[in-house]
């Protein structure tokens, strides 16, 4: 199932640090009609293999096992354009930082001017 974008803004995201872009993931998928097209989506694929949560590969789009949805303002580097990955994770190095603070979708993507 689908969530609308807009139903998102009040709810707290885990904010990671990618390739020095600030972004925030939320583990639903989202309908992408609904992201406004000043807003980057990315979908997370699990490949942890158990089912728990982990952030695996970071791609355009992901059919099977999919764990969940990042968010920036700007676009993350593609890191493996042969297959539109971001983030792999059989890179041999961990390409986040997870910060403590969680963050409202709305104050990630839209903060105070």
């Known amino acids: ?17 990618i390739g020095g872009i600030e972004t925030g993931y939320i583990d639903v998928r989202v309908d992408r009609r609904s992201v406004p097209s000043d807003v980057y ?46 983030i792999d994770l059989s890179d041999d190095k961990e390409p986040w930082q997870l910060l403590l603070d969680r963050k409202l979708l709305r104050e990630l993507l839209y903060p105070a001017s």
Not at 4 to 14: A, G, P, W
Request: with cysteine.
């Open 41 to 86: 989506v990315y979908e997370v694929r699990d490949t942890s293999g158990d089912g728990g949560w982990y952030i695996g590969n970071v791609e355009n789009y992901v059919l099977i096992n999919h764990a969940g949805t990042i968010f920036s303002r700007k676009p993350l580097p593609l890191l493996h354009p042969e297959c539109d990955v971001y």
């Open 1 to 17: 199932m689908c969530v609308s974008f807009y139903s998102l803004l009040d709810r707290l995201v885990d904010v990671y640090v």
